[in-house]
């Protein structure tokens, strides 16, 4: 039996977590096809530099969620005019990851539809030879989560600036999102519908498709989705602390102050091993200094704020204050 799982709710960490005690949780003696939405966010692969990937300065600004998932692939950002899907179910021994059997049934719904959609590449769907659906997987144990993006209605102007990384040099030993050139397909429907009519129809043809029914989450495992989001989805911990080892060159020009360039060796968890300053700033103090009051501590903006509170950063940089170090450092 398939069951259908749909969230009226957007929050990306909560979502993430529902797919995960679905996945973990859920009676495997069935499948399970979910449809959900985020509100504006970055969600990273498991395997993926988060700091790699986004433009740090720009999510901040526009208060975009980033997130890291369970399954590989690269980036993919999420807002409103996007719909997501879900299929769980359990796989042969051995089973190698295979992308068309999933994006099969969606593929069929979108031509019915009236979208000339193709499979495209390792893990694609695209129309017109432009990308509207990255997909990726997670195996565990014999099951299988399969998930992907629908761009329908997004303002691909905020996605591609908040998946454009800024000039700062980050050599990363984790896995680097491919680009691809990317469309909405709203405008290829044959009939113009706003996405909440869209995503009515796409439920309507996958439960003609298949015999699904509706599942419903009692109040305990709704309690357990929401600890698994405040434990895990929400930490910083596992956002950005979970990156792989990389090397950080920070370079930036304030007004007053001059010229900063800093470079950082950030280990697996997130934890500054050491950092050096150079630029045409002056200053009382040495950087070496302040090198070694960070080394050891996350790269994370709490922890480096409580950090930095009793100290005169304008003592290593002449007019500079400690949030636009922060700035610097985090963005």
């Known amino acids: 039996m398939i069951y259908y799982i749909e969230s009226a709710d957007t929050d990306p960490c909560l979502n993430l977590a529902r797919e995960q005690f679905v996945f973990e949780k859920l009676d495997r003696s069935h499948s399970y096809f979910m449809l959900w939405q985020n509100h504006n966010s970055i969600i990273v692969g498991k395997h993926q530099n988060t700091r ?11 208060n975009i969620t980033v997130v890291r998932r369970l399954s590989g692939g690269g980036a993919v950002y999420h807002d409103l005019g996007n719909l997501n899907f879900t299929f769980i179910t359990d796989a042969d021994s051995g089973q190698a990851i295979d992308f068309a059997a999933f994006c099969g049934p969606i593929q069929k719904a979108l031509i019915s539809f009236g979208v000339p959609v193709e499979i ?10 432009k990308k509207f659906s990255g997909n ?17 209605d997004s303002d691909l102007t905020v996605l591609s600036q908040a998946l454009n990384v800024t000039e700062d040099k980050i050599e990363s030993k984790g896995i680097k999102s491919v680009r691809s050139r990317v469309a909405n397909i709203r405008p290829l429907m044959k009939d113009d519908v706003p996405i909440k009519d869209f995503w009515a129809a796409l439920k309507r043809y996958m439960f003609s498709a298949f015999d699904m029914h509706d599942y419903v989450f009692s109040e305990e495992e709704n309690a357990h989705v929401q ?14 602390g979970a990156s792989p080892a990389c ?9 007053g102050c001059g010229k900063i360039e800093i470079l ?4 697996k968890g997130g934890i500054i091993k050491n950092a050096v300053f150079y630029g045409d700033f002056f200053g009382n103090a040495d950087p070496e200094e302040l090198g070694n009051i960070l080394a050891g501590r996350h790269l994370e ?31």
């Open 52 to 62: 790699a990937e986004i433009n740090a300065a720009f999510t901040k600004a526009h």
């Open 120 to 129: 495209s590449g390792r893990n694609d769907m695209t129309v017109n030879g």
């Open 136 to 152: 990726a997987q997670y195996i565990k144990e014999r099951r299988i989560m399969h998930h992907g993006t629908i761009l329908y």
């Open 227 to 240: 600890e698994l989001r405040n434990n895990v989805y929400a930490q910083w911990s596992w956002n950005y």
């Open 247 to 255: 090397n950080l060159r920070k370079i930036r020009r304030v007004e």
């Open 264 to 267: 950082m060796d950030v280990e």
């Open 301 to 331: 903006y709490g922890e480096l704020k409580n950090l930095l509170g009793g100290i005169d950063i304008s003592r290593y940089f002449h007019n500079l204050d400690t949030e636009t170090f922060l700035a610097i450092l985090l963005e």
